[in-house]
């Protein structure tokens, strides 16, 4: 009987042992997931900010123009974003609608 107990006191240690290093796992899962998805996040704001830095504050923001005008200005500025001449461009465009 002492024997059966011995082998009961050993198996609940080892159970212990084992919950212990579960709890552990998933901790460390749970932190690296949620540091995974702050890092995926400051990569985006990253991207973002880079990207903003290369084609530069939107025309229409800069000039204050109306709603009408600011999707003309999106609509010029998303088919030719290179710099100088999608301003140009964006200003044509509302130059023909009579928005400046």
């Known amino acids: 009987m002492a024997y059966l107990m ?3 006191k050993d198996y609940q240690k080892q159970s212990e042992d ?3 290093v579960a709890i552990q796992t998933y901790d460390t899962v749970r932190a690296a997931l949620l540091t995974d998805r702050h890092i995926r996040r400051l990569d985006d704001d990253l991207a973002k900010y880079e990207e903003e830095q290369m084609t530069g504050p939107r025309v229409a923001q800069a ?3 109306s709603a009408s005008g600011a999707s003309a ?3 010029a500025q998303d088919k030719e974003p290179s710099g100088a001449s ?4 964006a200003l ?7 928005s400046l």
């Open 6 to 8: 011995g082998l009961a």
């Open 63 to 65: 000039a204050g123009a």
């Open 86 to 89: 999608a301003a140009v461009s």
């Open 73 to 75: 200005v999106a609509t």
């Open 92 to 98: 044509a465009a509302l130059d023909k609608r009579g």
């Open 18 to 20: 084992e919950l212990n």
